[in-house]
């Protein structure tokens, strides 16, 4: 029978954080080279028909991409942290040691588990806004090498902003406010210049409400001013234009583009103006899940490697199992996510859904292998 230990020592404790820490770098630092390989040669493949992108231009956009892609694949690295954490201690027989010394479960998880915290936090509150400006920067670059054109459109807090080539000049529209009631898009307190090739002001528009149309922005009383000419009012003005409601919706910014900071407020900007806001708020759910499912992978990972009884072959059965449930539940979070948008699935459902369920096989496995 094993002696009880009652509390595990703290020099103990710093190195079993210690060895996760390094087997994490480790993981880290080759999973991140094998991600900038493939992102470098996909987007060599999709950028080299562009005379003017060099390679230069291909590195900076998968540089920006990176900690986005890091962040997506950070469980499945946090699990084969762990599991390499745990089979270098089997190797050199410290794990042994441990367990015959009657270290339980427990007290060889908590250290990890701490380090594991505290990764995630970062990861959430830190390096996720990097991350997201940094991906922002990236669609950006994306949208004007692959998908260059003369409309430039942005909705958001600040309304709508609508800049559109007309010949050799150009119109900039502004919509302090916009609802969308049923197909109808309804734009307040708009402001529209006209400019010509050089940015010189031609006239500008002011109106208190208008419409989008097929074809046109329709505005209501609205003043046309021009320099030194008298202003002159319009009961209507049809402003032609490209943008559809389509559009519009599709310029919404992407909710990997924004930080868990900024994503509450976007949030109650879509709702108050009559957008859906699931693919924001189900992203907003899994980040803030993302923290425990970085735990529950340090749970299933000890279940596959905690045994000291296990020889030769039998690690790596061990490893490709763990490396097999881990592509599981990777899946199985893709796939919640994709039922939470399409409004299958409850949106909290869908997000923590992956988290609750690796957990508690996790917890559940532990629990029987060490009290059962």
Known sequence: MRPAVKRLSSTLSVYLARQFLVSFVIVLGVIVGLVMLFD?????????????????????MVLLKLPHTAQDTLPFIVMVAMMFALFRMIRSHELVVMRSAGVSVWQLLGPPLAVVGVI????????????????ETYQRMEGMLL??????????????????????????????KLRHEDDRLLLFKISIFDIDAQENLIRRFEAEDGELVKGAIKLHEVWEMAPERPSIFHKEFLL?????????????????????????????????????????????????????????MVLVAASFYLSTHARGAAWVT????????????????????????????????AAWAPTTVASLL?????LHREDG
Do not use: C
């Open 40 to 60: 470098t040669v996909e987007l060599l493949k999709r950028l080299i028909a562009i005379d003017d992108v060099g390679l230069g231009t291909v590195l900076t």
């Open 120 to 135: 995630g936090m970062v990861n959430l509150f830190i390096v996720n806004p990097v991350a997201a400006n940094l991906y």
């Open 147 to 176: 998908r260059g054109t003369d409309t430039a459109l942005n909705v958001g807090e600040s309304g709508l902003w609508l800049r559109e080539a007309q010949g050799s000049a150009a119109a900039v529209v502004h919509a302090a």
């Open 240 to 296: 032609p234009t490209r943008i559809t409601l389509g559009k519009i919706q599709e310029s919404f910014a992407s909710p990997e583009s924004m930080s868990v900071w900024d994503l509450p407020r976007f949030i109650r900007f879509q709702v108050s103006s009559g957008f859906s806001a699931v693919p924001h708020r189900i992203y907003f759910q899994s980040l803030l899940a993302s923290p425990f499912m970085l735990l529950a």
């Open 318 to 349: 061990r490893g490709v199992a763990g490396l097999g449930t881990g592509f599981l539940f990777y899946f199985f979070n893709r796939f919640t996510y994709t039922l939470g948008l399409s409004s299958t699935l409850p949106l909290f459902l």
């Open 362 to 366: 996790g917890l559940a496995y532990l």
